[in-house]
């Protein structure tokens, strides 16, 4: 794109720098109607799995309900409480929803349709991802209440707890891919399956690693059943509870932007990203673009995600620490032992 407005005559500098923004609407506009039609889908997965008709009012079907509780919540005034920090309370979300954002930067829909094709991809996510955690603080200490102080207190806990387990996850992905590249990540991912069978997605020395990335990015979205940062009987909404109008959707803004992250992840990073289940020629499915099978994939982890949070009860905060300290890093620690010393036996053994 940078090329074609040279043509047009500009210099280097102002053809980098338009299509560049326009690089960023492209993924940012889309994903933000995205977030708008996943809170539908959820509230009509919650509705069949309750026998609830769900949004079915606004516009055909209930398309447009989303669209009508934004508009909604838009027109509402915002209530600064009057202890409150009032320019960190309003910094908070507004923290919230743009981490949520810039992650996109680097996830590969398609070959070459990627934002930023850098080399530390994975790494740029797992920093990026991380600041998450200032907005949540930020805004519970800026409410100047108890009860949304305690519980940014604990979602900080809660996040950290969890990053340590995907952090040794995403390196036994590493390890097998050889690079932090996204899209090199999924390229490495064909063929693969023990011999079993010829898919495009991870060894299946990984899918243990694969399920403890997917309950992973479950608690660090706080998403049931580990949403205690919400619960009702004892912190209401959490660090939201003193939020409303614009700041409050742009806390549930970046939760769902965060959700269908950790939905691209699981399929880019496990499942083979734009690439089709099966390696099998007499399927057409290679005719199918890239950025179709990504978002079939996403859509998948999507109702699992509504299909968990619909039927298993919220853990208590003990349990939750215990999964992740005592069950799912030493789980990845060993996992990380395992694969090293698999690649070693298979595929640098010969080499020494």
Known sequence: ?????????????????????????????????????????????????????GPNVVGPWGLLQSFADGLKVFLKETIIPTSANKGLFLIAPIVTFTVALIVWAVIP??????????????????????????????????????????????????????????????????????????????????????????????????????????????????????????????????HQTEYSSMSFALFWLGEYANVLLMCALNAILFWGGWLPPLNVDWIPWFDIPGIVWLFLKISVFFFIFGWVKATVPRYRYDQLMRLGWKIFLPLSLVFVFLVSGWLMLTRYGGSQ
């Not at 280097?12 to 889908?41: E, H, K, R, S």
């Not at 340590?164 to 891919?177: D, E, H, M, N, Q």
């Not at 693969?192 to 608690?219: D, E, T, Y």
């Open 1 to 53: 794109m940078t090329a074609t407005f040279q043509q047009w005559g500009m210099t280097y500098d102002w053809a980098w720098f338009l299509a560049t923004i326009i690089g960023i609407l492209v993924i940012a506009l889309p994903l933000m109607l995205a977030v708008a039609m996943v809170i539908y889908a959820e509230r009509k997965i919650w509705a069949a799995m309750a026998l609830r008709r």
């Open 109 to 238: 829909f398609q070959p070459g349709v990627v934002l930023a094709d850098v080399n530390v991809g994975l790494l740029y996510i797992l920093a990026a991802s991380s600041l998450g955690v200032y907005g949540v603080i930020v805004a519970g200490w800026a409410s100047n209440s108890k009860y949304p102080f305690f519980s940014a207190l604990r979602a900080a806990a809660q996040m950290v707890s969890y990053e340590v387990s995907i952090g040794f996850v995403l390196v036994t992905v590493v390890l097998y891919a050889g690079t932090f590249n996204l899209s090199d990540i999924v390229l490495a991912q064909r063929g693969f399956g023990l011999g079993l069978f010829n898919g495009f997605a991870f060894n299946l020395l990984l899918f243990p690693m694969w399920v403890v990335f997917l309950i992973s990015s479950m608690a660090e979205t706080f998403r049931t059943p580990f949403d205690l940062v919400e619960a009702e009987s004892e912190l209401v909404a959490g």
